[in-house]
């Protein structure tokens, strides 16, 4: 057993930057692409409309170095 609880703090540890959610972490960087080419309020729309977390839009958005990093 502490094999396995070896294993788990280490990949734990490996993943801590990235986020979980696959369909969130697309929308996100979809997001991103739109930011940089239709401008912020289009790209908050979009974002807003595929239901990602408002503290997310702020932080990706509106603070860009304060973008997780994977």
Known sequence: MPGNRRRKVLRKRKQLLRR?????????????QYLDS????????FLRRQNVPDNVIVRVLQFPQLRRRY
């Not at 979980?20 to 991103?32: E, F, K, N």
């Open 20 to 32: 979980r959610d696959i369909v969130t972490r697309m929308l996100v960087d979809l997001g991103v």
């Open 38 to 45: 239709l401008g912020l309020h289009k790209a908050s729309e």
